[in-house]
């Protein structure tokens, strides 16, 4: 376990705790949000809230063990010997990044065969994206952490062509009133997407110790922030302007 300074203690144990709040109250106000939304549109809502759910409490998990794993007694910040569990963040992604594409579907409202098709192949792509990034997450040497790194960049890339060239032509078949909304929520989700890898990474740089655990924590959490509450909300505007021009 590195040596925090009090300041990188708090900041992680306040980021955790500011996430946790969020994802909560973003479920809820998805589900509740249901009642506004026509049928068809219902189910997008009620994944986006499961999204957030699952995130919650893993969240929750995550800043329990991160409070168990360090002591902290006058300002000063030391290991209490218990292991911080990782392995918390990578169960939450295997079962939400999917659902994230899949939400995306669903409130595009395509043919049943085009929807069936596109969630089996994000999402068992996103799925594969994650199995193949944890063993480098938790490698101790640079190499291995690159190897496993690079296997998990082949279905990330593939899932970033799917969500541009894929649907694209279905994004533009979009109402008009939604259509640069549905473009927004791509755009947030290959955002947010795009930041992951760059934490990833952040053990390449320059920074050791502290500094690395302190930028991976904060900087997945910020990733998570915006892929799973903000677009979220993103799905809950376009589910909504989508069942007033369909439903009235």
């Known amino acids: 376990m590195e040596n925090l300074t009090f300041g990188q203690y708090s900041l992680v144990y306040n980021a955790f705790s500011f996430t946790f709040a969020t ?17 068809a549109y219902k189910t997008a809502l009620t994944i986006s809230g499961l999204v957030t759910a699952i995130a919650a409490y893993h969240y929750f998990r995550i800043f329990e063990s991160w409070e168990g794993a360090y002591s902290v007694k006058d300002g000063i910040v030391t290991a209490s010997g218990y292991a911080f569990n ?5 169960v939450d992604w295997l079962l939400t990044v999917p659902l994230l594409l899949i939400e995306l579907i669903l409130v595009m409202r395509l043919s049943q065969e085009e929807t069936v098709s ?3 192949k994000l999402g068992g792509a996103a799925a ?3 199995i193949l990034g944890y063993p480098g997450e938790i490698a101790t040497d640079i190499p291995t952490r690159v190897l496993w790194g690079t296997l998990s960049a082949i279905p990330f890339v593939y899932i970033m062509w799917q969500l541009f060239a894929g649907l694209g032509a279905s994004i533009n078949n979009q109402p008009e009133n939604v259509r640069e909304l549905v473009k927004k929520a791509r755009l947030l989700t290959f955002a947010s997407w795009g930041f992951y890898p760059i934490v990833y990474m952040i053990p390449y740089t320059n920074l050791s110790g502290s500094d690395v655990t302190v930028g991976v924590q ?15 909300i993103l799905i809950y505007m376009i589910a909504v302007r989508k069942s007033q021009a369909e439903y009235g």
């Open 23 to 39: 994802m909560a109250a973003a479920t809820l106000f998805l589900w509740l949000g249901r009642s506004q939304v026509g049928p």
């Open 86 to 90: 990782d392995a918390y963040r990578y």
């Open 118 to 120: 596109k969630s089996f």
């Open 128 to 130: 594969l994206m994650i």
């Open 218 to 232: 904060v900087g997945y959490t910020i990733a998570d922030l915006i892929a799973k509450a903000g677009v979220g």
